[in-house]
């Protein structure tokens, strides 16, 4: 093998594929990025065998070949050389990669790419074509509400769904549950669903550029995983194994009271009540009902002994009784961190039985919150 390339566009590449490296394996190749031609640009591959990212970059290719070196070493290199041209030159009696740029001139050594775990290609006939704006909004509303807890392995994923013409993204810890819907523009014959990790899918919006405009997505049945084709890279990941709860079964459908509130200012008034919150258990007191003048509000207080104590109130149209409720102030502030209209509806129906968050005059977004028992 034997390249030339930009700094630029090789430490851009190495940063998108470098996330799916495994850090610490008893495969000393799963620590290695592979550096391959191919059909005229060069190919980086990264994989924990859980995950895998591939994505390609323009080069003038001189040799073919490919090689694996260690990831962290020639990433830390590429970082340090001048923004110019970078000449790769694979040895393959000693396995060894030649950098150069400039004055500068590095051997590292590498691991034969024979023994790189094959990474599937994707079969883009077969696939399902997504808007990646469309997909990157609904990860980023669903993901921060999958569980981090390994035991829970199922909790972990998120439950994607295409049927027809609609797709389904959910995802739940057993406290919140976060469901997002969009269209297709061109609907499937046959239902897919499948458990993707929550860490592929944020990935995967991460890896996204402005100029990726669809996404092919690929659910090999037989595989046990999903594929994922942009127009310069790839994503793969195997999906989670189990039955995902029947969130369905839980989101509420009648509500006695509904509120309606600016999303700035609720999102900043549970921001400063958090700061006291966080001490404790993250418990923030909201009382629902009319202020002194007649008008709608939301008292927001939040108390734990080490801190203090804060009070805070915002407007709000209010349409049934009042209500006192509790929720973690944190699962409150981070589904307002996620939500793209200026107002949301809140609805409730008692302090023990949960709430729903919605977007203004939006059904594609719903966020299930339980309550917190009031003291």
Known sequence: MKANVSQQQLAHGLGIVSRAVAPRSTLPVLSNVLIATDEGRLRLSATNLELGISCWIGAQIE???????????????????PPAQIELELNTQTQSLAVRCGQSKTDIKGIDAQ?????????????????IADLKEMIQQVVFAASSDEARPVLQGVS??????????????????SVRKTNLSNPVDKTMSAIIPAR?????????????????????PERGQVLFHLKDAELVSQLI???FPDYKAILPTSFTTSTTVTTDELQKACRQAEIIAREGSYIVRLEIGSADDGSGQIKLYAQTEETGSQNNHVGASIDG?????????RFLREVLDVI???SIVLQTNANNTPGLIQQVNDASFQHVIMPMHLG
């Open 63 to 81: 040799q073919e070949g490919a090689i694996t070196v260690p990831a962290r070493t020639f990433s830390d290199l590429v970082s340090t050389l």
């Open 115 to 131: 023994e790189y775990p094959p990474i599937p290609t994707p079969d883009l006939a077969e696939g399902v074509e997504l808007n």
């Open 160 to 177: 994607m769904t295409v049927s027809g013409d609609e797709v389904t993204m959910a995802a739940t810890d057993g406290f919140r549950i």
């Open 200 to 220: 592929a899918l944020s990935e995967l919006a991460r890896i996204a550029t402005d100029g990726d405009t669809t996404v092919t997505m690929n659910l090999p």
């Open 241 to 243: 194994e189990g039955n």
């Open 321 to 329: 009784p009042d209500l006192t409720i509790a929720f973690n102030v």
């Open 340 to 342: 793209k209209t200026p």
